[in-house]
């Protein structure tokens, strides 16, 4: 059997999914049995070498950096897999939706109170520097998503039987001890 | 109580923390707010934190922090409601008040305010004003009221039409709500004498009464169907000298209103049926739990039960026999409605937010202030005292093999007798609609909200554990009805509006699907977005209690039944579009920062 080509991103997340794929522990000697890593930082390939079967995005988007990786991820992935609370719904970092950027900027930069030293009152604005988005977008509003995996994090065994049950083929049996939240 | 100060009021409940639903009804009643000052001193009085004080006021949608009005109009925005001309009373209400609903006039006099369900759904529209309820309202009638509350009339002095049946004209109820009970079956029908029960039970151990209950197969007739028998005998085993009994009377899905009828005509019956539950547990202290759009029953419930601790029904000795000791009290809620769900409507007993637990532990084993509590619905005691008094066998004789008994069902909207109907479990949908006369039929919701939205070509399947298990709501729509618009979208806004906060999906899902929704409902939806819906349906079933796990169902259980209802609205053949557009995006971060947009 070929092995499934995955690759797997961080956009406006904690890495904190990333942590819960490691917590498949010893499991992830099986896994590198029936799938191989293309982009991702568990093996740290920066560009897609090659087309992928399976696309894992950890976070929304935030900026416009995200939303070019994400669309990379799209073209580049069969199937793409919104994983965690963030990609699915945006998460934490959407909490600043509906505070206008200049505030955010402002209580960040120049107001802040752990702001210490930035007399100059410099918002960061280098041309190099991905570009905020209005608002922190769930990764489905910027490209078509195929599957949801909820938590935050969602469990190490919800990603283990989702991969697995992807690479072979078979219906997903996610029982709510696995997907419950608590 | 007028006059009465927060100091008389904290005496009141001894100072004691977990009392603290109690308090904050009272003084709200009593200052038509709980302000900032309040806040502070019941904290210092109850000597917890303020913050404590403040998220339990926060938690229920019938407290403020700003004055409500001398008169508080809380008009139920339910889907019967629009049905039956929700829109004209609400603008008769802006129009003869002065001001808009959400607000109190500049005077201080009247708040208009939007509710959820009042369980009045058989005789909607109607609002709650000053804890009194207003049937079928008019425009017309609605500029009498404006009238008399700006004259200054006593609540009490504002009915003008006859007071409704049965002791809705009781004079400790004087209420215009009618019964309409349509069909009286063994639950519903007078044949036990007070006492009747309680003189049979003591003849008996603990045990065999919890056998019979366990013989007869009875499941928890609020919506979860848990057997009764089997909850009664965990918690009569659970370590523990204090045990509780609840009945749970806050029956906030919309569209069920049977629990208000019982305890309007079968309040000894219940109160019967918690103290049997006392016995076979082995608890002394009942709590009802019932939700605040009941208030105008509290006085005649609170007499029936004094009645019966004078007549030796209740409190010690009961039946003559020493050392079986039960008592009850009335709680109320503040409006919420996921305290419907066991553990939240323990955590609001207890002064607390209604969040439902995580379990385990269960209730039966860790329930109010710690102590193994039983959780019933009104009905299902009811039905506990019939078996005791016909016996199991008779019992099962009723209903079907899976279900036994009869279910006690609310049914409203279109059709020509909605009331309350007591039938046995195992009736088809087609035989309902028969007998309430329904017309033109387009779909049936069954169980409210949080249960399924039924299709024609399924009239034939049946009430029952087995195929349609429901709490006892139904609702018909007929084919005037644009069921998306009309019935979908409303009963997802109740879910968000009830969610209790906790788990981020049920707090934020539902959001993004009415978001959806309305898109579809715009014409701009994709078919994407219908499979989109139904995938985030199976994510809320990672929430933690029953409001999250079924908050999708209007929409899913749409999708699946009625879906060409949502392809006919489909206007591209594109299966993805939501119209992000990355220029857009980062437009307002580039004018905040002074740069080009180089995307």
Same mark, same amino acid.
């Given at each position: 059997?070929?092995?499934?080509?995955?690759?797997?991103?961080?956009?406006?997340?904690?890495?904190?999914?990333?942590m819960?794929?490691?917590?498949?522990?010893?499991?992830?000697?099986?896994?590198?049995?029936?799938?191989?890593?293309?982009?991702?930082?568990?093996?740290?390939?920066?560009?897609?070498?090659?087309?992928?079967?399976?696309g894992?995005?950890?976070?929304?988007?935030?900026?416009?950096?995200?939303?070019?990786?994400?669309?990379?991820?799209?073209e580049?992935?069969?199937?793409?897999?919104?994983?965690?609370?963030?990609?699915?719904?945006?998460?934490?970092?959407?909490?600043?939706?509906?505070?206008?950027?200049?505030?955010?900027?402002?209580?960040?930069?120049?107001?802040?109170?752990?702001?210490?030293?930035?007399?100059?009152k410099?918002?960061?604005?280098?041309?190099?520097?991905?570009?905020?988005?209005?608002?922190?977008?769930?990764?489905?509003?910027?490209?078509?998503?195929?599957?949801?995996?909820?938590?935050?994090?969602?469990?190490?065994?919800?990603?283990w039987?989702?991969?697995?049950?992807?690479?072979?083929?078979?219906?997903?049996?996610?029982?709510?001890?696995?997907?419950?939240?608590? | 109580?007028?006059?009465?100060?927060?100091?008389?009021?904290?005496?009141?409940y001894?100072?004691?923390?977990?009392?603290?639903?109690?308090?904050?009804?009272?003084?709200?009643d009593?200052?038509?707010?709980?302000?900032?000052?309040?806040?502070?001193?019941? &904290?210092?009085?109850?000597?917890?934190?303020?913050?404590?004080v403040?998220?339990?006021?926060?938690?229920?949608?019938?407290?403020?922090?700003?004055?409500?009005?001398?008169?508080?109009?809380?008009?139920n925005?339910?889907?019967?409601?629009?049905?039956?001309?929700?829109?004209?009373?609400?603008?008769?209400?802006?129009?003869?008040v $002065?001001?808009?609903?959400?607000?109190?006039?500049?005077?201080?006099?009247?708040?208009?305010?939007?509710?959820?369900?009042?369980?009045?759904n058989? +005789?909607?529209?109607?609002?709650?004003?000053?804890?009194?309820?207003?049937?079928?309202?008019t425009?017309?009638?609605?500029?009498?009221?404006?009238?008399?509350?700006?004259a200054?009339?006593?609540i009490?002095e504002?009915?003008?039409?006859?007071?409704?049946?049965?002791?809705?004209?009781?004079?400790?109820?004087?209420?215009?709500?009618?019964?309409?009970?349509r069909?009286e079956?063994?639950?519903? %029908?007078?044949?036990?004498?007070?006492g009747?029960?309680?003189?049979?039970?003591?003849?008996?151990?603990?045990?065999?009464?919890?056998?019979?209950?366990?013989?007869?197969?009875?499941?928890?007739?609020?919506?979860?169907?848990?057997?009764?028998?089997?909850?009664?005998?965990?918690?009569?085993?659970?370590?523990?000298?204090?045990?509780?009994?609840?009945?749970?009377?806050?029956?906030?899905?919309?569209?069920?209103?049977?629990?208000?009828?019982?305890?309007?005509?079968?309040?000894?019956?219940?109160?019967?049926?918690?103290?049997?539950?006392?016995?076979?547990?082995?608890?002394? +202290?009942?709590?009802?739990?019932?939700?605040?759009?009941?208030k105008?029953? +509290?006085?005649?419930?609170?007499?029936?039960?004094?009645?019966?601790?004078?007549?030796?029904?209740?409190?010690?000795?009961?039946?003559?026999?020493?050392?079986?000791?039960?008592?009850?009290?009335?709680?109320?809620?503040?409006? &919420?409605?996921?305290?419907?769900?066991?553990?939240?409507?323990?955590?609001?007993?207890?002064?607390?937010?209604?969040?439902?637990?995580?379990?385990?532990?269960?209730?039966?084993? %860790?329930?109010?202030?710690?102590?193994?509590?039983v959780?019933?619905?009104?009905?299902?005691?009811?039905?506990?005292?019939k078996?005791?008094?016909?016996?199991?066998?008779?019992?099962?004789?009723? $209903?079907?093999?899976?279900?036994?008994?009869? %279910?006690?069902?609310?049914?409203?909207?279109?059709?020509f007798?909605?009331?309350?109907?007591e039938?046995?479990?195992?009736?088809?949908?087609?035989?309902?609609?028969?007998?309430?006369?329904?017309?033109?039929?387009?779909?049936?919701?069954?169980?409210?909200?949080?249960?399924?939205?039924? &299709?024609?070509?399924?009239?034939?399947?049946?009430?029952?554990?087995?195929?349609?298990?429901?709490?006892?709501?139904?609702?018909?729509?007929?084919?005037?009805?644009?069921?998306?618009?009309?019935?979908?979208?409303?009963?997802?806004?109740?879910?968000?509006?009830?969610?209790?906060?906790?788990?981020?999906?049920?707090?934020?899902?539902?959001?993004?699907?009415?978001? %959806?929704?309305?898109?579809?409902?715009n014409?701009l939806?994709?078919?994407?977005?219908?499979?989109?819906?139904?995938?985030?349906?199976?994510?809320?079933?990672?929430?933690?209690?029953?409001?999250? +796990?079924?908050?999708?169902?209007?929409i899913?259980?749409?999708?699946?039944?009625?879906?060409?209802?949502?392809?006919?609205?489909?206007?591209?053949?594109?299966?993805?579009?939501?119209?992000?557009?990355?220029?857009?995006?980062?437009?307002?971060?580039?004018?905040?920062?002074?740069?080009?947009?180089?995307?």
């Amino acid at each position: 059997m070929n092995k499934a080509i995955v690759a797997t991103t961080s956009l406006a997340g904690c890495f904190g999914c990333h942590m819960s794929i490691l917590d498949i522990d010893e499991r992830i000697l099986e896994l590198i049995e029936v799938v191989e890593f293309n982009k991702s930082p568990i093996d740290d390939i920066k560009k897609f070498t090659k087309k992928c079967d399976i696309g894992l995005i950890e976070g929304g988007c935030c900026n416009s950096e995200n939303v070019h990786v994400l669309k990379d991820f799209r073209e580049n992935c069969k199937i793409l897999i919104a994983l965690g609370e963030c990609a699915i719904m945006g998460g934490l970092p959407a909490m600043r939706n509906g505070i206008p950027i200049k505030e955010c900027l402002e209580e960040a930069y120049i107001g802040g109170p752990t702001v210490q030293q930035n007399h100059q009152k410099i918002v960061p604005n280098d041309p190099e520097l991905p570009i905020l988005l209005d608002k922190v977008y769930p990764c489905h509003e910027v490209v078509k998503i195929d599957y949801y995996l909820p938590g935050c994090p969602p469990r190490a065994d919800l990603i283990w039987k989702a991969l697995i049950a992807l690479v072979k083929g078979e219906e997903m049996d996610l029982p709510y001890e696995v997907i419950k939240f608590d | 109580m007028m006059g009465a100060t927060v100091d008389t009021i904290l005496s009141k409940y001894r100072h004691d923390s977990t009392r603290l639903m109690d308090i904050l009804i009272d003084v709200q009643d009593e200052k038509s707010c709980i302000s900032d000052d309040t806040v502070k001193e019941i &904290a210092k009085g109850l000597k917890i934190s303020m913050a404590d004080v403040e998220q339990t006021l926060s938690f229920y949608h019938f407290f403020s922090k700003t004055p409500t009005g001398k008169y508080t109009v809380y008009l139920n925005d339910s889907v019967v409601a629009f049905m039956m001309g929700r829109e004209k009373i609400a603008k008769a209400f802006e129009e003869a008040v $002065g001001c808009k609903f959400g607000e109190v006039t500049a005077d201080g006099l009247i708040g208009l305010f939007n509710t959820s369900c009042i369980g009045m759904n058989d +005789q909607e529209p109607a609002a709650i004003i000053n804890n009194r309820v207003f049937t079928r309202l008019t425009p017309f009638r609605v500029k009498e009221l404006v009238k008399d509350m700006k004259a200054g009339k006593d609540i009490d002095e504002m009915y003008s039409a006859k007071t409704g049946d049965g002791n809705n004209s009781h004079e400790l109820v004087h209420s215009v709500v009618n019964n309409h009970i349509r069909k009286e079956g063994p639950i519903l %029908k007078t044949d036990v004498r007070q006492g009747e029960i309680i003189e049979k039970i003591t003849k008996m151990t603990p045990e065999e009464v919890i056998k019979e209950i366990k013989d007869s197969n009875i499941r928890g007739r609020g919506g979860a169907g848990f057997p009764t028998g089997l909850k009664w005998e965990f918690c009569r085993r659970a370590p523990g000298k204090q045990k509780y009994i609840f009945c749970n009377a806050d029956e906030g899905e919309p569209g069920t209103f049977k629990d208000r009828v019982i305890l309007t005509e079968k309040a000894k019956l219940l109160f019967e049926g918690m103290t049997m539950a006392g016995y076979a547990v082995g608890a002394t +202290q009942g709590i009802l739990y019932l939700r605040y759009e009941y208030k105008y029953l +509290q006085k005649y419930l609170e007499d029936v039960i004094e009645k019966a601790e004078k007549a030796g029904w209740l409190g010690k000795n009961i039946g003559g026999r020493k050392n079986f000791e039960f008592y009850i009290r009335i709680q109320f809620g503040a409006g &919420a409605y996921v305290c419907g769900e066991e553990s939240a409507l323990i955590e609001s007993a207890e002064g607390k937010r209604g969040e439902p637990r995580d379990r385990p532990p269960f209730p039966v084993e %860790k329930g109010y202030l710690e102590c193994p509590t039983v959780v019933n619905n009104v009905e299902t005691l009811c039905a506990a005292v019939k078996i005791m008094k016909y016996g199991s066998e008779w019992y099962k004789s009723l $209903g079907t093999a899976e279900s036994t008994g009869t %279910k006690v069902l609310s049914i409203s909207g279109d059709c020509f007798h909605p009331g309350v109907y007591e039938i046995e479990w195992g009736f088809t949908i087609n035989n309902i609609l028969d007998m309430v006369a329904g017309f033109n039929v387009q779909a049936v919701q069954v169980g409210g909200p949080s249960g399924a939205l039924i &299709a024609p070509n399924e009239f034939d399947r049946i009430l029952g554990y087995e195929d349609l298990a429901t709490g006892g709501s139904l609702i018909i729509f007929n084919e005037s009805r644009n069921i998306l618009k009309d019935v979908v979208l409303n009963f997802t806004e109740f879910f968000i509006e009830e969610s209790c906060g906790s788990c981020s999906t049920c707090r934020i899902l539902p959001v993004v699907m009415k978001d %959806k929704l309305v898109k579809i409902l715009n014409g701009l939806g994709v078919t994407r977005d219908i499979d989109d819906l139904l995938e985030w349906g199976k994510i809320l079933k990672a929430s933690r209690c029953g409001l999250g +796990q079924t908050a999708a169902n209007p929409i899913t259980s749409s999708i699946n039944n009625f879906r060409h209802l949502y392809t006919s609205l489909l206007k591209t053949k594109k299966d993805y579009e939501t119209g992000f557009d990355l220029n857009l995006a980062v437009q307002e971060a580039c004018e905040a920062t002074n740069r080009i947009a180089n995307v």
